[in-house]
């Protein structure tokens, strides 16, 4: 399973979009990125899942450049209620029922 | 909304003791699993199924037993308890193909073995 590497923590302010990204230098050809969200207290939430350029929903976006050796998720126009841990996984393509939860970065909104 | 129950939030056991915890899915997902969560370790993977009566071993399954009798629902269980097993359970389900990184949790046991 691929390594992730993220921030331990990141401070942003209110109103301001946030870009928070991971490492996964040896990320293999099948595998594919997932970001999950979670609140004190609670079990991690699902965002967002990408292979490769651009998949954007409701919630958020997410960009991976060509060699994938990174990603970023970019959540926009922060509000206090996104202050949570943001996980990155890179898991295995289909057919593996592993994911694979790193320690995640904390992220503060500050009014 | 895919609803992912857990039978307490907050349990306090003695060591020794066997202790059972119950999660429940609504969503008729074939895949559960159980992850244990630990302040600097992140949430590591103890048990999974794939289907009724079947599950295979996660990262860390030494001291757990599951059990999967109905698809719905998916029990672990600490044989005897031990303190390092002091944690927060999470559990989770998930379709079995396409969207098996999209798991679904549920809010979590708090338990405490003293």
């Known amino acids: 399973l691929a390594k992730t590497t993220q921030p331990i923590s990141m401070d942003s302010y209110e109103g301001q979009e946030v870009n928070i990204t991971c490492s996964h230098n040896?990320?293999?050809?099948?595998?594919?990125i997932t970001w999950y969200q979670q609140f004190p207290s609670q079990g991690p939430r699902f965002i967002i899942q990408g292979y490769k350029t651009k998949v954007t929903n409701e919630v958020a976006s997410l960009f991976i450049p060509a060699d994938r050796k990174s990603s970023t998720l970019s959540l926009p126009r922060v509000s206090l209620s996104d202050t949570a841990v943001y996980y990155c996984l890179v898991s295995p393509g289909a057919g593996s029922y592993q994911l694979t939860f790193g320690k995640g970065t904390k992220l503060s909104v500050i009014p | 909304d895919v609803k992912v129950t857990q039978s307490s939030r907050y349990l306090v056991k003695r060591t020794g003791e066997k202790v059972f915890l119950e999660c429940v899915q609504d969503?008729?997902?074939?895949?559960m699993f159980w992850y244990r969560q630990d302040p600097g370790l992140g949430l590591r993977l103890i048990y999974f199924?794939?289907?009724?009566?079947?599950?295979e071993k996660g990262d860390i399954p030494e001291g757990y037993s599951v059990s999967r009798e109905k698809k719905e629902r998916f029990s672990l269980i600490l044989e005897s308890a031990s303190t390092n097993q002091t944690s927060m359970y999470l559990c989770?389900?998930?379709?079995?193909?396409?969207?098996?990184?999209?798991?679904?949790f549920g809010p979590g046991t708090r338990l405490t073995v003293t």
């Open positions: 989770a389900s998930s379709l079995p193909t396409g969207s098996v990184y999209e798991q679904y």
């Open positions: 040896n990320i293999a050809t099948n595998d594919y």
């Open positions: 969503m008729d997902h074939e895949n």
């Open positions: 199924s794939y289907d009724v009566k079947m599950k």
